[in-house]
């Protein structure tokens, strides 16, 4: 007889990665390039792309911007602030 033990691990993302992947589905939904995404959101295409890559943490510029812009990620925008898996990496510069 054997016994099976099956371990179970829940994959979660901290808050920075799960506004930034909501960001990129935006861009691709709307088929807009790093360049005239950055554009749209009024930032540099470089702060965009690092920011979107994990190579930059997210700035204020950037939260200010998407609040702006896209009002319905505020909800994202605050668990990134305030949420309890807040990732060091990303601190607000």
Known sequence: MYTVTIMVTEHTTSPAQQLREKLAQIQKAADLSDYKFADKLGVDRIVWYTTRTGKRPIGLTLLKAIVRVFPE????????????????SDTIT
């Open 73 to 88: 990620l505020h909800a994202d925008v605050l668990s990134f602030l305030f949420g309890e898996d807040h990732d060091n």
